[in-house]
């Protein structure tokens, strides 16, 4: 294995591997409706697409139906982008919300949903272009793939076996255990059979990346941001800066390691 390559290749799944757009903004409307009872249940014909630009402002599940309520209150874009902090805890006082109250409607309709109709649920998840073929290669090949996500591991295995990936759940570390991303990280490099360890963790959110950063005993992680996920452009700026990380395109990625560096 060259330093071309690495030995063990981690990656983000949403925003990476899968896009999830339009379960996102399904599920985040369905709570919006529950909460705020709109004498339309049809969202606005452009809300969908505003929804997907301001998407990575998002850090967790319960400021979707925020984000949608303030789309449609007609908070200016631009605001959202530099001010999400301040505007999420100002309409949760406003509207006399809890963030957990929020998180555990949008967290039932999403039950409810998958369980009342798994395929259709599955079916609003789309692959990035080349991202399966990638990931099919690479388990064929001697590099140890794992994933390393927010999402639930059965449907991260779900969403794969429809692809027709089969990946062992101990290659998977979903929502379910519960341990930051630096310390599975931390967990594959112990336990890595093949030494010495090369790790590349591809992932789409900057801030989870400099949470590696400062784990002192992970310097030797190689971090790349992908431009194709859920960031924007200030916060690709930010990577581009910064020694340690390297911004990495859809183009890149799909191609052998080499092209990655």
């Not at 409706?33 to 998407?55: G, V």
């Not at 309409?91 to 259709?120: F, P, Q, S, Y």
């Amino acid at each position: 294995m060259t330093t071309s390559s690495p030995t063990i290749l981690a990656l983000d799944f949403d925003g990476v591997i899968c896009d999830g757009l339009i379960e996102y903004f399904e599920v985040a409307w369905r709570t919006y409706c529950q909460i705020w009872s709109p004498a339309n249940n049809t969202p606005p014909d452009d809300l969908a697409l505003r929804f997907y630009r301001l998407r990575p402002v998002i850090e967790t599940g319960w400021e979707m139906p925020i984000l949608i309520k303030a789309l449609v209150d007609e908070i200016p874009e631009e605001k959202i982008l530099r001010e999400w902090v301040n505007i999420t805890p100002q309409i949760l006082l406003d509207h006399n919300l809890l963030a957990k109250e929020v998180g555990a409607k949008l967290d039932n309709l999403r039950d409810e949903w998958i369980t009342t109709d798994l395929n259709g649920w599955l079916s609003l998840h789309r692959f990035y272009p080349g991202v399966i073929e990638k990931i099919r290669v690479t388990l064929a090949s001697e590099v140890k793939l794992y994933i390393i996500t927010t999402k639930e591991g059965r449907f991260v295995q779900q969403l794969l076996q429809r692809e027709g990936l089969n990946l062992p759940p101990t290659s998977i570390f979903g929502k379910e255990v519960k341990r930051p991303k630096y310390e599975i990280l931390r967990e594959l490099i112990q336990a890595a059979e093949k030494k010495p360890v090369s790790v590349w963790f591809i992932e789409d959110r900057l801030k989870t990346l400099h949470l590696v950063q400062q784990q002192t005993d992970l310097d030797d992680v190689k971090l790349f941001l992908a431009d194709w996920g859920y960031n924007t452009h200030t916060e690709r700026k930010a990577a581009q800066d910064d020694l340690r990380i390297q911004v990495l395109s859809l183009s890149q990625f799909a191609k052998d390691f080499s092209g990655c560096l």
